[in-house]
């Protein structure tokens, strides 16, 4: 032991395992740096030179984020991340960090957009870039038909080759052109019950509302067969067929004659409505429109 009381085995454990700088150690036991300094050569303790310059950096990174909390509170980021839902980068041009220095904010404080306010956000950006939802969806149509017509050479040869694809699929699968036709896989479905969230939403329409009804149902005509939502029905006889369409599935923003849809049923399901049955689609994003013409089909 030295005249002034610091042990190697202590030493050993600021200088060598926790890597303190000397100046550090030298304020924990009190002594001028040089001490420290001395002591390390008599001891002759080593340390990698990577590992400190390391812990260096990983130091100054911490002191600098603790310094950044200090400037971005958990009130002000709630504010104006998810209350105001700005974005990602305009925060960071904002408070001028990195996108690392502020994803480790939010991270901090645990404040994540819900999946609604990010896809808002989203397509918010995307609406402004172009001027409106209106110019945005007009964009995108027209690029999804410049990029078919350059692959396919024409829209009607895209929809031949989609629906020849999507046929050899379901007779890889199902054995049949159409899985509805494939009575154990109907069974499967039925028996299984599982229904979109747009399609819980006009169920319970049709629950609160005391309509007569059943889903998942099922028509078949010669080599046609398709599985309607829901089924309406007016003293106990079969009024009006019912689909709930998604925007994404039945693709309806592709083109402006509704062509493009992403389900192969969509092109022949009007061929399967009995006569003196209505049928009405249901599209996402437009259900009280549909709730109100059903009433005035089923008041007709």
């Not at 009190?30 to 310059?53: C, F, G, H, P």
């Not at 990602?88 to 939010?106: A, C, F, G, P, W």
């Not at 402004?128 to 829209?155: C, F, H, P, R, V």
Request: aromatic letters at 14%.
């Amino acid at each position: 032991m030295n005249s002034y009381q610091i042990s190697e085995k202590e030493l050993k454990k600021y200088y060598v395992e926790d890597l303190l700088p000397t100046q550090d150690i030298a304020n924990i036991f009190k002594v001028k740096n040089w001490v420290i300094v001395k002591l390390v050569k008599e001891y002759n303790l080593t340390r990698d030179a990577n590992n400190v310059r390391g812990k260096s950096v990983a130091r100054t990174c911490n002191n600098n984020f603790e310094q950044l909390l200090k400037t971005i509170t958990y009130d002000k980021l709630y504010k104006e991340y998810i209350i105001e839902n700005k974005s990602h980068k305009s925060l960071e041009q904002l408070y001028n960090i990195t996108s690392y220095m502020l994803d480790r904010v939010i991270n901090h404080y645990d404040l994540h957009k819900s999946k609604s306010q990010a896809s808002s956000l989203s397509f918010n950006t995307k609406y402004k870039k172009y001027g409106n939802k209106k110019a945005y969806d007009k964009y995108m149509s027209d690029k999804q038909k410049e990029t078919i017509l350059s692959k396919y050479g024409s829209l009607n040869n895209y929809y031949i080759k989609r629906s020849n694809k999507a046929v050899q699929t379901f007779r890889s699968n199902w054995g049949e052109d159409h899985p509805m036709k494939n009575k154990s896989h109907r069974e499967a479905v039925k028996n299984n019950g599982f229904k979109s969230s747009l399609e819980k939403r006009f169920e319970q329409f049709l629950y609160n509302n005391n309509f007569e009804y059943k889903n998942h149902y099922v028509i078949k005509k010669d080599s046609l067969i398709h599985e309607f939502d829901f089924a309406v029905f007016k003293d106990d006889k079969l009024a009006i067929l019912i689909d709930c369409d998604g925007i994404y599935y039945h693709h309806y923003n592709a083109d402006e004659n509704g062509q493009t849809n992403c389900a192969p049923g969509d092109e022949y399901r009007m061929l399967l409505v009995p006569e003196k049955v209505k049928f009405l689609v249901c599209l996402e994003k437009n259900e009280e429109e549909a709730y109100k013409e059903l009433f005035k089909l089923y008041n007709s």
